[in-house]
Every structure is written in C-alpha cells, then in structure tokens.
C-alpha cells in the first residue's frame, strides 16, 4: 500500500476534514494534508499525541490560535491550486510549525518569502526524524499575533484581488481576522518585545497600502485597549481600521504612489477613495456594519467642515470617525511610504496638536492618542 494512501495511524486522531477549533487543545498538534490523511511517517512520529487532521482550506485563524504546533504534508505535485495551498500555509504563520515534503515541493517552499524561515523535512524521512523536528520548534508568545497578521494580510489582499477582477468584496475573513488581531494584541501589548518585532513585520510588508492599513489596525487596537473598549467594539475599531482604505484599490498604483506632486485629475482619484471604498463595501458579499461604512466614507472629515467628501462638521463625525482620523494622520506621517522618508514621532504630534487648535480634531482624543504614544517614546 502506498504510504500517502494510508488513513492516520492508530492512537491519532482520524482525518477531521469540518475540525472547529473547539476540538483542539494548547497541546494538540495540526496536521494540515493536502489530502486530508496523515501519511505513515508522520502518523507514526505522532502515535499517542492529540492531533487534528484537516485540509488546507480548513485552516482558520481560530484553528491556528487554539494548537500548540503544526505539521504540514506538503505534496503540490498533486494539488490543483498551488497557491490557495501556500495561502492556507501562510495562514498558519502564528504557529510553529514543520514541512514534511517530497524533494520537488520543497523547493517550491522554499521559494515563497513568506515560507522561508519554515523547517522543510524532505523524504524519505524516519518518524524519529520528524519526532526531533516537532522537539526542536520554538514556543513563542508571538506565535498567535505572526498568525493574526497573516489573516489580515491575506483578507486585505484578497479583497484587492476581489475588486482588480470585479467581484464583490469577501468581508467575511475581516471579521474573524478582527477578532484574531485583538486578541493577539492584548499578549503583545503585554511584552514590549514582542509589540516592537510584531510592529517591525508589518513595516517590512511589501505593499505600503498594506502596510498602512496594517499599521492603523494596530495603532487603532492599542489606543482602544487603552480607551477601555471592549472585545467587540476593539474588533469594530480593527476591521474599520483593516478597511478604511479600501477605496484606494481603484485607485491606480503609480499614482498612490507617485513621489511628486499630484495633478488635478490624480488629486481627484485619491480623494475619491473614501466614497470608492463605501460604494464597493456596500456590494460586498455581507452586509457590513453602519460604523465601517461610515469610518470608510468619513476619515477625511475634519470637525471645521474642511475635509471631504461631504465636508461634515462636527456634529455628524461620531466618536469612531473622530478616533480613526486621527490614526490615521498620525499612521501615515511616521511610515515610510515609496513618496517621503517617515517623520519623527514629536514631529507628527506637533502637527496633531495644531491641527487641534485649528478645530480639526477631537481635542479629548487627540489628547489621549497623544499621551499613548509619548508614553510609548
Ligand atoms: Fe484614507
Ligand atoms: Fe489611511
């Protein structure tokens, strides 16, 4: 019999295609297979262990976050869509996990920069050679939030792809990515370490749009955790924040990201960019929550009436508009982006406090996003 046709070996749990995360513990170890069935090395290795078989599409962020290792039988010579199966492998970026493969996708791996600090075991291989991989991976506390990050990325990126081929937006995946984040964050926002390397990964993604949003979500998560908000207002403020620039996939790349000085008609694509993102979230595959969409069309308002699209003044910017405006002009003056070299913290809260006094921004906001992040130096 051939080893990859084997079902998992006795003691280990049967193949569990419709696994919820629910039946996974801290110290159970994911078996992704491309075909659902463990092969004989790797049943052996794990005989007595708790383990959960499942597909690669059934790898959710909450799967991710609930098992302690993973274990992936790689085998894309057989698998019909390579990179959804490398998608859901990136998924599992939160957990540390091991490759098992043959030689030919093994060097498919180890071309995909987001795989490349993974563990490939390539076969034939002893089951005590994968039993002294599993020893050998890390336990890291930034395992949840590498995972939570992942799930964003690949919502957002998604949802480019989603609105480059016409098709209505999949909002499904930021809701759970939301809740992933938040919850990542509040260990990371715990040990400053692992906040700083977290922080670093999303400065290195190679899309500044990405990067931006990323980047807002986790300035947005902070400053709500330190407001008091709770879990599902947190999750709000974080999908809003992953989403607020979605109108800027419509928006031509090489004017986003023009280092001069943008013409009338660029000027006017950009700034079309929160109506754009509204239009296309009303279209989206689920209906999304009020607040987004008014976060979406609005963090452009100023309270003075000046900004766009609709020039609101302040009594129609509620409190969510008002918190995400401000970190996203905050966001967007320290990063990098391919137009300007990022400016100094003190540097953005000098422009923070005068567009204040200009009666732009929410003064009691302002005043506590200010006191975060000179907290945080
Ligand atoms: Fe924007
Ligand atoms: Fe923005």
């Known amino acids: 019999m051939a080893a990859r046709d084997r079902a998992c070996a006795k003691g280990v749990a049967a193949a569990v295609p419709d696994a919820r995360p629910g039946q996974a513990s801290g110290t159970t170890i994911l078996v992704v297979s491309d ?3 463990m092969v004989s090395d790797v049943a052996a290795a794990l005989r007595g262990r708790s383990v959960l078989c499942v597909r ?10 609930s098992v302690a290792s993973a274990i992936v039988e790689a085998d894309l010579r057989q698998v019909a869509d390579v990179a959804a199966a490398i998608a859901a492998y990136v998924r599992l970026d939160g957990v540390p ?8 996708t093994a060097r498919i791996l180890s071309e995909d920069p987001r795989l490349a600090a993974r563990p490939v075991l390539v076969r034939p291989l002893s089951p005590t050679a994968i039993e002294a991989a599993l020893a050998s991976l890390p336990a890291t506390v930034e395992a949840p939030l590498a995972g939570s990050v992942s799930a964003a990325i690949l919502a957002l990126t998604d949802a480019f792809a989603d609105v480059a081929a ?20 509040k260990m990371a926002a715990a040990a400053d370490d692992t906040l700083a390397t977290f922080v670093r990964d999303i400065e290195r993604h190679h899309s500044a749009t990405l990067r931006h949003s990323l980047s807002v979500a986790t300035n947005a998560a902070l400053f709500g955790l330190r407001l008091g908000l709770g879990r599902a207002e947190l999750a709000l403020v974080v999908e809003a ?4 620039d979605i109108g800027k996939a419509v928006v031509p790349l090489e004017v986003l990201d023009k280092p001069g000085r943008l013409d009338a008609e660029e ?49 129609g910017i509620p409190d969510i508009v008002r918190l995400m405006t401000i970190v996203d002009i905050f966001t967007a003056l320290v990063e990098d982006r391919p137009y300007k070299t990022p400016m100094p913290h003190a540097q ?7 567009m204040t006094e200009a009666g732009k921004l929410d003064p009691a906001i302002v005043s506590r996003f200010i006191e975060m992040i000179e907290e945080r130096g």
Do not use: M, W
């Open 35 to 37: 075909t659902g069935r």
């Open 56 to 65: 690669p599409r059934h790898v959710t962020p909450a799967l991710v976050s």
């Open 97 to 104: 996990t091991a490759f098992v493969a043959d030689a030919e």
């Open 166 to 185: 016409g098709r209505p937006i999949a909002v499904a995946p930021f809701a759970s990515a939301s809740r992933c984040f938040v919850a990542a964050l």
């Open 241 to 244: 924040a992953l989403l607020h």
């Open 267 to 315: 000027l006017a694509a950009v700034r079309a960019h929160p109506s754009e993102g509204e239009r296309l979230l009303r279209n989206a595959s689920h209906p999304v929550a009020p607040e987004i969409l008014r976060v979406v069309r609005h963090h452009h308002e100023y309270l003075d009436g000046s900004g766009y699209p609709d020039g609101l003044k302040a009594q």
């Open 348 to 354: 953005a809260v000098a422009i923070l406090r005068s």
